[in-house]
C-alpha cells in the first residue's frame, strides 16, 4: 500500500512525463495537423492490462481510451509479454484495433525497469495522408476500408532499437506525403524515447516498487472518484434516441439509440436498437463507441481525472453488426459524423437524469471541407480543410458558445486572410448565422455562415457534413435549433447536394461559390422564463429575429430611430 | 541629479525601489494599492519612502491598470467598422472553446454586435482593390456613431496590412464627423496578416485608449502636485520604458508592464555573475510566473490570450503563469488525492492565519506550520499570523483525512505545489528545446524565496540565486529597463520571390521609425541597438520560427540563417523544401546607462555568521523537524558558504535553504544557493 503523500507526488511525476511527451510531439512534427491542431496524444498503459495510468492534457479528446485499445491490441499481438524486448516499437492504424480512422497511427513502445516489463508509453498522430482513394483520408463515398488508406496491424516498426527499413518502405510508398509524414515519424518515436528517459528518472527517484504500485493505486482512486460521480445521478434508465441524415452513398436517416442505466455507482450504456452498419463510411468500431460515450461523460464531470480507472464503472453493452460496432472491411472515414451523434445521444440521455450538468446538443457536425486542385499562379497542387464551427448547446450556467469546435476535437479554423495568401479563394462573408440558435432560458450558441469564391477552374469541394434533417435538440424545455444547410452557386444555378451535406470532389469554377451555414446549439429551459432584457439584447444584436422575440420568447418590443437613422429596440 | 524611483503598481501591493546613484543609496517601500485610483497608493508609496521627489531625475512606472480594464470589461464604449460581411470575425474567433473538458462559457467580445457596423470594401491578399471604399456608407454609419455616444472608433479592413489605404481613408470621414473620437486603424496597430488577431489587437488598443490616456493625465497631474515636473516612463510588455506622453497611442503596449520588469530585473542582475540561461520564477499570492532567459535576453512571444478570445498580437516578454501562490488552496479529491489550487484564498480572505475568515487551508498556512515563516513578523502585511487556526484546519481537513500527521500533511501540501510549478518550468524549457537542468534558476516575488530551494531540486537544477531585493524586484526593473520599440511588417513571400530591395526598404523604414520614436521619448541614452528578425517557414508549415538576421542581407545569408535557427530547435533541417519569409519584424533598443549594482551594497554591513544570526526557531524539512539559526541578510558576511538548514530575513522577503544545500551572499548581495551532492 502506497502512502498518500507518495501516491500524491508520484502521479504528479508521471502526468508531467505525460505532459512534456505532449510538447515534444507538437513542437517537432512536422504536418500542421499535429503541430497547429494538437492532433495526437501521448500516454503511459499499465503492463498487463494495458489500461491508460496517466495521458497528456494536450491531446485531443477522441483520443481519451482509444490509445488504451490500441496498447491492449498490441499486447493480445503477442503470444507471450516475454516477446517485448527493450527497444521495440509497435505501429497501428487498424481502426478496427486502435480506433478512430486511419489517419491516427499509434506507436507503442515496452519499458523495462531492472531488466523487467514496466510499463508501456504509446502515442498517437494523424498523418496527413494515408494513402486510399481520396487525398487525406475523408472519402465521403467509400464502401470499403480498404478504399481509405492503407491498413497496419501491430508490427514491430524498431526490433530491440533496430528499424524496420523494409516495413517503413512499403509504407511510404503507399501514401501521397512520404516526406512530411516521415518526420511525424521521427518526432513520435523521439518523443517516446524522451518519455522513457524521464520516466525511468522517475522510478529511480522514487523508487521501482513504489511507483509500480502507484499504477495499480491510480487507477482504484480514479475508479472511486468516477463511481462518486455516478452515484449523484438518480438511479433509473435513461433512454435517447437521434438520427444521421444519411451515410453518404444511401439517403436513408440512421437512427442510434442508447439506454443508460443508473444503479448506485455503476453505470451501463446500451446501444440496443441502434441500425445496422451502413453502405458508406458512417461507421464506427466497438472501441471508438466506447470512446465517445467517455468523452461525453468527461465534458459533464470534467473534474474527473483520465486513466483505465475512471471509466470501469461504466458498462457497455454494443450489439455487433451495428454502426456503432461495426466488422471490418466497412468503410469508417465518416466516423467523425457518428462519433458526434453518440456524444449527443449521451447528452440526450443523461439530461434527463441530471439536467443541471448536461448541455443542450451541440451543433454536431465536424463538416469537414476540402478544396483541393491546381493554384493557377503556382500551377502546384493544394488542399485545404476546413471543420464546422457551431453553436454550442445552452446550459444551466451559461448561453451555448458561438462558433465552437466540435466536443471531441480542439481544431481550429484557419485565418481568412491567410487561406486567400494559400488557395485561389476568396471568401465573401464569414459571419454569425442569425436566428439559428435554439431558443431556451439559456440559448444555444448560433451557427455561423461563410461563403466561398473559386478563383480557379480547377478546383473540387468534398464535404463530410452531417445535421441537414436532424436538428441539435434542445433540452429541459429549451428548443432545437436550426439545421445545416451547404448550398452551391453555380453558373447554372443553386444546388444543393443530394446527400444534403455530403459530396465527394464537386468542381467550383471561377466565380462559382459554396456557401455553408452550420447549425446552432440546442437551447437550455423555457425560453419564455428568459430575462427580457436579455432577449432585447439578442435582438439588438441580431442573434435573434423579431419573430422568435415573439413567438419563442414572448417579449413585446417596438423600434425606434435615432436623429441619424440608427434602428434599435425597446422593449414596449 | 542621480536619483532615479522606480514604482511597480501591482494588484495587491505596490512596491517602490530608489536609489541614489552617487550615494548608493537605496530605499524600498511596499503598501497597499489602491484600486480604484492606483496613483493614490503609488504617491503613498513615495511618501513612504520619504522620496525626495522633486530631486528625481526619472520617474520609471509599471502597472496592471490595462490588464485590470480588460479582465473586468472597464474600457471605454467603442464601435468598430469593417469590410463588409465580416463584421463578425472578433465575435467568431478561430473555433475554439474555452475549456478542453466541459461545454460551457461563453464569448464576450470587447466590442458588442450592435456597435459593429460594415462598408462595403475589398482588397485582395495582394492590397489590390476589388470594391472600392464606399464614403457614403461611412458617412452614414458616423450619424449612427454620434447618437450611439461612442468614445473609440476602430476600422478592421481586410488585408488592410499591405494596404492601408481604406482604412485611413475611412479613418478620415469618421474623424472629420467627429474630432473627439479615438480613431484607430488596424493598420496602425499591428502590420500583420491574420484577421483576427489583428482586429482583435486594435479593438483592445482602441477599448484602453481613453483610459489609459486619462490615467496618465492624473498621474502627470499628481506627481506635478508632488513638485515632480520631468519624464515619467512606463514599463511596457516588451520590457523596454515608453515616455507617458507618447502612452495614448500605445495603450496596449503595457498588458504585461510590471511581469516584465521582474524579468528584466532578473536578467540584468543574473548577467552580472555570469549566468545567461536562467529561468526566472516570480511567486506571488495567486499565481506563479515563469519566464526563460537564453544568453541574457529574455525569450518574447508575439501573442498573448487575455480572456477567452481576446488574443493580442504585440512582442512580450514571455511569461508563463500558473495558478499556483501562498494563497493556493489545498483540497482532498474524490479519490482522495491531495490537490492544491488552482483555486486561490486571494488576498482576501486570504490564508487561515491571516484571520480574515479563510477555512480553506493554503500554502502560506503550510509554510507558517512548518516554521518556515514568522508568526510574529509576517512581511507584507500588518500584525500576526495564527498559527494555532492553521493547525487546526490543515489537521482538519487534511491531515485526518488522509491519515497523515500535522507536519506531515503541511510539507505535502508544499511537495504537490512545488511539483506543479517544477512541471511547468520543465515544459517552459523542453518547448524551446532545452533541458532545465542546464538553467540557473532566479526566485522573487513575496513567496518565492520561500519554495526556491524546494523547486530546484524538484526539477533538478543545481544552482539558484534569489536578487538583493526580491520582494520589490518590479519596482526595479523599472529603474533599469531600457527604451524599446518593436515594428513588424507582413510581406508573406516565397523564397522564389524575395525581393531584397523591398525586405531592405522595409527594415530601413522600421528603423529610421525607431530611431525617431527614440528621440520623442526624450530620454537619456548611451547607444542605440538595431535587430531584425524574420518569421520563416518552409513553404506550406503553418507555424513559423523567428530567425535573427544581420545585414547585409542576402538570399544567401537569409536561408543561412534559417537553417541555423531550425536545427537549433527541432535538431535536423529539412532538405529541398524552399522556404517562406512571412513577417520582417525590427526592434530598436535605447540602451540607457547601466546601474552599478554594487551601489547596493551601501545597505549592506557585512559582520561575522555568528553577529548576523539573529535566532533561531524548529522548522520542519523532510519529516522531522531542525533548529534553525536566522540570519539577518543585511549583515551576513560575503561569500562565506554555509549549509542548510537556515533562513535569511530582510525586510522583503524570507528565504529557506534547506538541509542539504548550501548557499553564500555574493558581492552584489545577491544569494547564491547550490544543492549538495
Redesign the interface.
Known amino acids: 500500500m502506497i502512502d498518500?503523500?507518495s501516491?500524491?507526488?508520484i502521479?504528479?511525476?508521471l502526468e508531467?512525463v505525460t505532459?512534456?511527451m505532449d510538447?515534444?510531439l507538437i513542437?517537432?512534427s512536422?504536418s500542421?495537423i499535429i503541430?497547429?491542431t494538437n492532433d495526437m496524444a501521448n500516454g503511459i498503459y499499465h503492463p498487463k492490462t494495458g489500461e491508460t495510468i496517466a495521458q497528456g492534457?494536450l491531446g485531443l479528446?477522441v483520443f481519451l481510451s482509444n490509445m488504451q485499445f490500441a496498447v491492449q491490441s498490441v499486447i493480445n499481438s503477442v503470444q507471450d509479454v516475454s516477446d517485448f524486448k527493450p527497444g521495440d516499437v509497435y505501429m497501428l492504424n487498424d481502426p478496427y484495433l486502435g480506433g478512430t480512422h486511419l489517419q491516427d497511427t499509434q506507436f507503442v513502445r515496452p519499458i523495462f525497469y531492472d531488466g523487467e516489463l514496466f510499463c508501456f508509453l504509446a502515442n498517437t498522430g494523424h498523418f496527413m495522408d494515408i494513402g486510399g482513394g481520396t487525398p487525406g483520408g475523408w472519402a465521403p463515398s467509400a464502401t470499403e476500408i480498404y478504399q481509405e488508406g492503407i491498413l497496419i496491424p501491430p508490427v514491430k516498426l524498431y526490433n530491440e532499437g533496430k528499424l524496420n527499413k523494409d516495413l517503413l518502405k512499403v509504407f511510404l510508398k503507399n501514401i501521397r506525403l512520404p516526406?512530411q509524414v516521415l518526420?511525424d515519424i521521427e518526432a513520435m518515436k523521439n518523443a517516446l524515447e524522451t518519455g522513457e528517459s524521464r520516466l525511468l528518472?522517475v522510478i529511480d527517484r522514487y523508487e521501482k516498487a513504489n511507483v509500480l504500485a502507484c499504477l495499480d493505486e491510480m487507477i482504484i482512486?480514479?475508479e472511486?472518484?468516477m463511481a462518486?460521480?455516478i452515484s449523484e445521478i438518480p438511479d433509473g434508465v435513461y433512454t435517447f434516441e437521434d438520427y444521421l441524415d444519411n451515410d453518404g452513398v444511401v439517403d436513408k436517416p440512421l437512427k442510434i439509440c442508447i439506454s443508460v442505466k443508473v444503479t448506485g455507482p455503476n453505470m451501463e450504456i446500451d446501444f440496443t436498437g441502434t441500425d445496422p452498419n451502413t453502405v458508406g463510411p458512417m461507421n464506427l468500431s466497438y472501441s471508438t463507441t466506447v470512446c465517445a460515450c467517455h468523452i461525453a461523460i468527461?465534458?459533464i464531470f470534467?473534474?474527473v481525472?483520465v486513466n483505465g480507472g475512471t471509466f470501469k464503472p461504466i458498462k457497455f453493452n454494443i450489439p455487433e453488426g451495428t454502426l456503432v460496432y461495426a466488422k471490418p472491411p466497412h468503410s469508417v472515414s465518416g466516423y467523425t459524423e457518428v462519433l458526434g451523434r453518440v456524444i449527443d445521444v449521451c447528452f440526450g440521455a443523461l439530461q434527463k437524469a441530471v439536467p443541471d450538468k448536461v448541455?443542450a446538443a451541440?451543433f454536431g457536425t465536424t463538416g469537414v471541407m476540402t478544396i483541393g486542385g491546381v493554384h493557377p499562379e503556382t500551377e502546384k497542387y493544394f488542399v485545404g480543410v476546413f471543420?464546422y464551427?457551431g453553436g454550442?448547446?445552452g446550459?444551466?450556467?451559461?448561453?451555448?458558445?458561438?462558433?465552437?469546435?466540435t466536443?471531441q476535437s480542439?481544431?481550429?479554423?484557419m485565418?481568412?486572410?491567410?487561406s486567400?495568401?494559400r488557395y485561389p479563394v476568396?471568401?465573401?462573408?464569414?459571419?454569425?448565422r442569425e436566428g439559428s440558435a435554439g431558443a431556451g432560458y439559456h440559448r444555444g450558441?448560433t451557427g455561423?455562415s461563410y461563403t466561398i469564391r473559386s478563383l480557379s477552374d480547377q478546383m473540387v469541394v468534398s464535404i463530410m457534413g452531417d445535421r441537414a434533417k436532424y436538428r441539435p435538440f434542445g433540452i429541459a424545455g429549451g428548443k432545437d435549433s436550426v439545421p445545416n444547410k451547404v448550398v452551391f452557386h453555380l453558373e447554372t444555378g443553386e444546388m444543393v447536394p443530394v446527400m444534403q451535406t455530403k459530396i465527394d470532389k464537386q468542381p467550383l469554377k471561377k466565380n462559382e461559390t459554396i456557401e455553408v451555414n452550420s447549425p446552432g446549439g440546442g437551447g437550455y429551459g423555457d425560453p419564455t422564463a428568459r430575462l427580457p432584457e436579455l432577449v432585447l439584447?439578442d435582438l439588438?444584436?441580431?442573434?435573434i429575429t423579431e419573430e422568435q422575440a415573439k413567438n419563442d420568447y414572448g417579449i413585446k418590443f417596438h423600434s425606434k430611430v435615432?436623429?441619424?437613422?440608427?434602428t434599435?429596440y425597446e422593449l414596449d | 541629479m542621480s536619483k532615479l524611483a522606480g514604482v511597480d503598481v501591482g494588484g495587491t501591493f505596490t512596491d517602490l525601489f530608489y536609489i541614489d546613484i552617487e550615494t548608493g543609496e537605496v530605499r524600498i517601500t511596499k503598501v497597499s494599492s489602491t484600486p480604484k485610483d492606483p496613483s493614490e497608493g503609488l504617491i503613498q508609496a513615495l511618501k513612504a519612502g520619504d522620496i525626495p521627489i522633486s530631486d528625481l531625475e526619472m520617474f520609471l512606472h509599471g502597472t496592471t491598470i490595462a490588464t485590470n480594464a480588460i479582465i473586468q470589461r472597464k474600457g471605454c464604449k467603442a464601435a468598430l467598422v469593417t469590410t463588409?460581411?465580416?463584421?463578425?470575425?472578433l465575435?467568431?474567433?478561430?473555433?475554439?472553446?474555452?475549456?478542453?473538458?466541459?461545454?460551457?462559457?461563453?464569448?464576450n467580445p470587447l466590442i458588442?454586435?450592435?456597435l459593429r457596423f460594415e462598408v462595403a470594401e475589398r482588397l485582395?491578399?495582394r492590397g489590390e482593390v476589388?470594391t472600392p471604399l464606399n464614403v457614403e456608407e461611412v458617412k452614414?454609419i458616423g450619424?449612427?456613431l454620434?447618437?450611439?455616444n461612442v468614445d473609440v472608433v476602430v476600422v478592421a479592413f481586410?488585408?488592410s496590412y499591405v494596404n492601408p489605404k481604406h482604412e485611413l481613408e475611412a479613418g478620415q470621414f469618421l474623424n472629420e464627423i467627429n474630432p473627439n473620437w479615438h480613431i484607430v486603424p488596424s493598420s496602425e496597430i499591428l502590420n500583420e496578416?491574420?484577421?483576427?488577431?489583428r482586429t482583435s489587437t486594435a479593438v483592445v488598443e482602441g477599448y484602453l485608449r481613453p483610459l489609459i490616456s486619462k490615467y496618465s493625465e492624473n498621474l502627470k497631474e499628481k506627481l506635478s502636485k508632488s513638485q515632480y515636473n520631468k519624464s515619467i516612463s512606463i514599463i511596457q510588455s516588451n520590457g523596454g520604458v515608453l515616455n507617458i506622453d507618447l502612452l495614448g497611442k500605445n495603450s496596449s503596449n503595457i498588458i504585461r508592464s510590471g511581469p516584465a520588469a521582474g524579468v528584466i530585473a532578473a536578467s540584468f542582475i543574473a548577467e552580472q555573475i555570469g549566468y545567461k540561461n536562467i529561468i526566472t520564477g516570480d511567486m506571488g499570492g495567486t499565481s506563479f510566473d515563469v519566464s526563460l532567459v537564453l544568453e541574457g535576453v529574455p525569450k518574447v512571444s508575439e501573442q498573448v490570450d487575455l480572456d477567452f478570445r481576446i488574443p493580442l498580437r504585440k512582442t512580450m516578454i514571455d511569461i508563463h503563469t500558473i495558478g499556483a501562490g501562498g494563497g493556493s488552496i489545498a483540497w482532498i479529491?474524490?479519490?482522495?488525492?491531495?490537490?492544491v489550487g488552482p483555486q486561490s484564498a486571494g488576498a482576501f480572505p486570504g490564508p487561515v492565519c491571516y484571520n480574515n475568515g479563510g477555512l480553506e487551508p493554503t500554502v502560506t498556512d503550510a509554510n507558517l506550520v512548518l516554521g518556515r515563516i514568522d508568526a510574529e513578523n509576517p512581511i507584507g502585511i500588518d500584525g500576526t499570523l495564527n498559527k494555532e487556526l492553521a493547525e487546526e484546519i490543515i489537521t482538519k481537513k487534511i491531515a485526518e483525512p488522509?491519515?497523515?500527521s500535522l507536519h506531515?500533511a503541511a510539507?505535502?501540501i508544499l511537495?504537490?505545489v512545488n511539483?506543479?510549478m517544477s512541471?511547468r518550468m520543465?515544459?517552459l524549457s523542453?518547448?524551446k528545446?532545452h533541458d532545465p537542468r542546464d538553467f540557473v534558476f532566479v526566485g522573487f516575488g513575496g513567496a518565492g524565496p520561500l519554495h526556491t530551494a524546494s523547486l530546484i531540486k524538484e526539477v533538478?537544477m543545481k544552482k539558484a540565486l534569489i536578487p538583493c531585493y526580491p520582494g520589490v524586484i518590479c519596482a526595479l526593473g523599472c529603474v533599469i529597463a531600457d527604451v524599446k520599440h518593436d515594428f513588424t511588417q507582413t510581406i508573406?513571400l516565397p523564397q522564389s520571390d524575395w525581393d531584397l530591395n523591398l525586405i531592405n526598404r522595409v527594415v530601413d523604414e522600421k528603423i529610421s521609425e525607431g530611431h525617431s520614436r527614440l528621440e520623442a521619448e526624450e530620454i537619456k541614452l548611451e547607444g542605440i541597438e538595431n535587430e531584425i528578425f524574420a518569421d520563416m517557414s518552409y513553404e506550406g508549415?503553418?507555424?513559423t520560427i523567428r530567425v535573427p538576421l544581420l545585414p547585409p542581407l542576402s538570399k544567401e545569408s537569409i536561408i543561412q540563417a534559417f537553417e541555423k535557427t531550425y536545427e537549433k530547435?527541432?535538431?535536423h533541417t529539412?532538405p529541398n523544401?524552399p522556404l517562406t519569409l512571412i513577417n520582417l519584424r525590427v526592434s530598436v533598443t535605447g540602451r540607457r546607462k547601466p546601474i552599478q549594482l554594487t551601489t547596493f551594497m551601501k545597505n549592506h554591513h557585512a559582520t561575522t555568521i555568528e553577529e548576523a544570526k539573529k535566532s533561531s526557531r524548529e522548522v520542519y524539512f523532510n519529516g522531522r523537524f531542525y533548529n534553525t539559526p536566522i540570519y539577518d541578510k543585511n549583515r551576513f558576511p560575503l561569500n562565506q558558504v554555509i549549509e542548510g538548514p537556515a533562513i535569511f530575513g530582510q525586510e522583503d522577503t524570507t528565504i529557506i535553504l534547506e538541509p542539504d544545500m548550501s548557499a553564500y551572499v555574493d558581492d552584489l548581495g545577491n544569494l547564491i544557493m547550490e544543492v549538495i551532492k
Open positions: 498518500n503523500i501516491l500524491a507526488v502521479k504528479g511525476s508531467q505532459n512534456e510538447t515534444i513542437k517537432s512536422l500542421p503541430a497547429e492534457s479528446p516526406e518526420g528518472e482512486r480514479s472511486r472518484q462518486s460521480y468527461k465534458h470534467p473534474d481525472p448541455p451541440t471543420p464551427p454550442y448547446g446550459s444551466k450556467e451559461t448561453d451555448g458558445l458561438i462558433h465552437g469546435n466536443p480542439m481544431a481550429n479554423f485565418s481568412i486572410e491567410s486567400e495568401h476568396m471568401f465573401e462573408c464569414f459571419k454569425v450558441g455561423s439584447a439588438n444584436g441580431g442573434f435615432t436623429e441619424h437613422g440608427y434599435f | 463588409s460581411g465580416f463584421r463578425d470575425i465575435e467568431l474567433g478561430r473555433r475554439d472553446r474555452p475549456h478542453i473538458y466541459g461545454l460551457s462559457g461563453v464569448q458588442p454586435r450592435n485582395n491578399h476589388i452614414k450619424g449612427y454620434l447618437d450611439l481586410l488585408h496578416y491574420y484577421e483576427f488577431e479529491d474524490r479519490g482522495g488525492i491531495l490537490q488522509l491519515g497523515l506531515e510539507e505535502a511537495r504537490v511539483n506543479t512541471g520543465r515544459i523542453i518547448e528545446g533538478g508573406n508549415q503553418i507555424h530547435l527541432y535538431k529539412l523544401i
